[in-house]
């Protein structure tokens, strides 16, 4: 089992940045595991944003490439998420999302362990 927990978000105004992390526990990254994050805005589904492989490759959905960078810490157990140009579009809950293997994944399906989300708002 791992658990995942978020932290890092609030309240910012638009152009501004946030720092999100997520510090995984239990069986962690001894063995290969990948991270995602995704977000769910008010009244909509749940979408991917970012996800990063084991070693370090990433990937984005279009609309925070450039503006948003997702890295990871393995000897913490820590993945990030920075988001900088922040706009009043990208307000949500975000949640991390962890499973084993070696690439990347960008499918809700695809992830077995998930946090409990922090709201991200930003305002016009």
């Known amino acids: 089992q791992v658990q995942l927990v978020e932290s890092g978000g609030g309240l910012v105004q638009a152009g501004g940045s946030l720092r999100l992390s997520c510090a995984a526990s239990?069986?962690?990254?001894?063995?290969?595991?990948?991270m995602g994050w995704f977000r769910q805005a008010p009244g909509k589904e749940r979408d991917f944003v970012a996800a990063?492989?084991?070693?370090?490759?990433?990937y984005y959905t279009d609309s925070v490439k450039g503006r948003f960078t997702i890295s990871r810490n393995n000897a913490k157990n820590t993945v990030y998420l920075q988001m900088n140009s922040l706009k009043p579009e990208d307000t949500a809950v975000y949640y991390c999302?962890?499973?084993?293997?070696?690439?990347?994944?960008?499918?809700?399906?695809?992830?077995?362990?998930w946090g409990q989300g922090t709201q991200v708002t930003v305002s016009s």
């Open positions: 239990g069986r962690t990254f001894s063995t290969y595991y990948a």
């Open positions: 990063i492989s084991w070693s370090g490759n990433t």
């Open positions: 999302a962890a499973r084993s293997g070696t690439s990347y994944y960008i499918k809700e399906r695809e992830y077995n362990y």
